[in-house]
């Protein structure tokens, strides 16, 4: 009988990216909706760099050597990757994979660049833009970080700009007011996609044919 | 400044178009989902039936003669439209329309047939799919109605499920187990159809134009 009924519990899960431009609070807004969805999966990142004291393997990290990461990228085993100041970091696929057989949302937290490059190896992947919430209160953020000059905060916005042009590539927009509205925001947005015909088109279809052959 | 925010409020309305088979519970739905929004209008049918005493022209209908319903079939005024037992009723665009250009919220509940014909003429609006919670419950209720014999059973299940397999055109699906979860799936939905990208673009691409002129 369970299998008749229309549940998504054996559904598998939803890969949630939630990206957007320096400094609009991606980091703030993600630890609010862990809190609020104990059952959302965070995206384990790999990494080259050293443990520091208190880090485990598999929950703050998966802790790599080098050659270990560069074969991951030989072998096609990242969502993406980029290196920053000596180290790499990097989005494993198969964690992302095995979480989403298993039915459970996985969130993945990252730079628009980074998110660019999931969206083509994962392109069923719920992509989420954080915005702020008007361009006067960007520019406030930028010059308000302290003692940066003309120039460099000409640059910064122009960056900040040609992040927002990204947008074009995600599939929504939440305005990142008040912390707790962007995550109800989010929140409607994972219901609403778990209700998507496409995820329940095919269990549909094994129902048809039990009614065709009832009839 | 205003211009500048990413608020919706300038934005136009959705088209919502409440559907699903026989007996699923169309009508408790969208009126129980009318009571928890207030905002969200419901569409008038035009009809040619002649006014019950305290029925508001505009209201409950909008009255039309004969020739005048037919008049708005030629001149492409309905969205949709249907005969039964004698009367003709069907949906005005221009109702629709008017109250989307408002930045208010459309609820169209129809049978499969008519949300079809509005998805030719409108289909960038939101397709919901109410669903039985089962095909065993989609069986009893048919059965439980009363006196049918196995005959007519055959073809309700039959209709059902031709029915159901327009699913296939439809955006989302909402089981109908409890009226007010199903609900609060339908106000999920309509919160994350608002947060599209699509919706905002060209908003953002005119901030666009002013983050270069400024830079």
């Given at each position: 009988m369970t299998n008749n009924t229309f549940s998504n519990d054996a559904e598998r899960g939803l890969l949630l990216v939630l990206s957007g431009p320096s400094g609009v609070g991606k980091g703030t807004v993600c630890s609010a909706l862990r809190k609020k969805m104990e059952k959302l999966v965070y995206s384990v990142s790999a990494t080259t760099r050293q443990p520091r004291t208190g880090e485990v393997e598999g929950v703050n990290y998966f802790f790599k050597s080098k050659e270990q990461f560069q074969e991951m990228i030989a072998t096609n085993k990242l969502l993406e990757w980029a290196e920053y100041a000596g180290n790499f970091y990097g989005t494993p696929l198969q964690f992302v994979e095995d979480t989403l057989a298993d039915g459970r949302d996985v969130i993945l937290e990252i730079e628009v660049q980074g998110a660019m490059q999931v969206k083509k190896q994962f392109p069923q992947g719920v992509f989420l833009f954080l915005m702020p919430p008007s361009l006067e209160e960007l520019r406030n953020r930028i010059v308000n970080r302290?003692?940066?000059?003309d120039e460099t905060i000409r640059r910064r916005m122009k960056l900040a700009g040609d992040e927002i042009k990204l947008l074009e590539e995600y599939d929504y927009a939440v305005v990142n007011d008040q912390v707790e509205v962007a995550c109800e925001k989010i929140q409607s947005i994972i219901t609403a996609e778990h209700l998507r015909k496409d995820r329940i088109l095919s269990k549909i279809k094994k129902w048809m044919n039990e009614v065709n052959v009832s009839c």
């Amino acid at each position: 009988m369970t299998n008749n009924t229309f549940s998504n519990d054996a559904e598998r899960g939803l890969l949630l990216v939630l990206s957007g431009p320096s400094g609009v609070g991606k980091g703030t807004v993600c630890s609010a909706l862990r809190k609020k969805m104990e059952k959302l999966v965070y995206s384990v990142s790999a990494t080259t760099r050293q443990p520091r004291t208190g880090e485990v393997e598999g929950v703050n990290y998966f802790f790599k050597s080098k050659e270990q990461f560069q074969e991951m990228i030989a072998t096609n085993k990242l969502l993406e990757w980029a290196e920053y100041a000596g180290n790499f970091y990097g989005t494993p696929l198969q964690f992302v994979e095995d979480t989403l057989a298993d039915g459970r949302d996985v969130i993945l937290e990252i730079e628009v660049q980074g998110a660019m490059q999931v969206k083509k190896q994962f392109p069923q992947g719920v992509f989420l833009f954080l915005m702020p919430p008007s361009l006067e209160e960007l520019r406030n953020r930028i010059v308000n970080r302290g003692t940066e000059d003309d120039e460099t905060i000409r640059r910064r916005m122009k960056l900040a700009g040609d992040e927002i042009k990204l947008l074009e590539e995600y599939d929504y927009a939440v305005v990142n007011d008040q912390v707790e509205v962007a995550c109800e925001k989010i929140q409607s947005i994972i219901t609403a996609e778990h209700l998507r015909k496409d995820r329940i088109l095919s269990k549909i279809k094994k129902w048809m044919n039990e009614v065709n052959v009832s009839c």
